[in-house]
């Protein structure tokens, strides 16, 4: 089993940036991909960013060129970059963790809450 907690949040002006930690309570020692959402209120939740096992990135549209997601395997870690943010970015991000092993397991982190405001 693994725990999944993020950190990072906070409130911040337009154009500022924030980085945010997923760290996981040990290590993968299996295929997985771990992505970044997103859930604004009264908005559907959305997959802003992924990255693999095998080092592989995937953003969503809306967030390319600002956003960047990075993972320190020895610190069981990680990160979500954001750049240039911008009031449409509000929101809760959660941390997830899809692993391919014996069995498949997917696990969510309780959310950090993203407040970009002028």
């Known amino acids: 089993q693994v725990q999944l907690v993020e950190s990072g949040g906070g409130l911040v002006q337009p154009g500022e940036s924030l980085r945010l930690s997923c760290a996981a309570s040990?290590?993968?020692?299996?295929?997985?991909?771990m992505g970044w959402y997103r859930q604004a209120p009264g908005k559907q939740r959305e997959l802003v960013a992924t990255i693999t096992s095998g080092g592989s990135t995937n953003y969503a549209n809306s967030v390319k060129g600002r956003f960047t997601v990075s993972s320190d395997n020895a610190k069981n870690t990680v990160y979500l970059q954001m750049n240039s943010l911008k009031p449409e970015d509000t929101a809760v991000y959660y941390c997830?963790?899809?692993?391919?092993?014996?069995?498949?397991?997917?696990?969510w982190g309780q959310g950090t809450q993203v407040t970009v405001s002028s």
């Open positions: 997830n963790a899809g692993i391919i092993g014996f069995r498949v397991e997917n696990y």
């Open positions: 040990r290590s993968i020692f299996s295929i997985y991909i």
